[in-house]
């Protein structure tokens, strides 16, 4: 079994100011040592780098240095992988986009949907309710 997380769940792990931080870190440890293959995509890098840094987002933004450490650490696990898009990639996108009626700020979402479709990976771990709207996908809130 594989699965995916969102950058809210990085993000959490980084916020020392969130009230799931304890959680987000747990669930991080739990994870990425485990057997599963927890996918990594780069939207989701990207997305945590942006906002882990930036100072209109949080009160205490995390240095680059550090933001970017926390991503290497991930990366190291032997279990964790990070493919980019594949060949084919604009058809699955354009599929998602059109089954999820994604638009503006959605169209992230549905990137990281067609990247695992592309892989074959069925679970999100995420908070944002957004990615319900995607069919084929199962989307676990790690924080209820």
Known sequence: MSFTLDANVLLYASDEESPVQAKAI?????????PQILYLFWPVVSAYLRLATHPSVFT????LERAIANVEELLG???????????????????VLDDGRAGGNLVTDAHLVALMRQYGVRTILTRDRDFRRFDGIRVEDPFV
Not at 27 to 33: G, P, Q
Not at 60 to 63: D, K, V
Not at 81 to 90: L, Q
């Open 60 to 63: 205490q933004p995390l240095p």
């Open 77 to 95: 696990r032997p279990n964790v992988h990070s493919p980019g898009e594949d060949a084919g990639f604009w058809t699955v996108l354009r599929e």
């Open 26 to 34: 747990a669930t991080l440890d739990d994870f990425a040592t485990s």
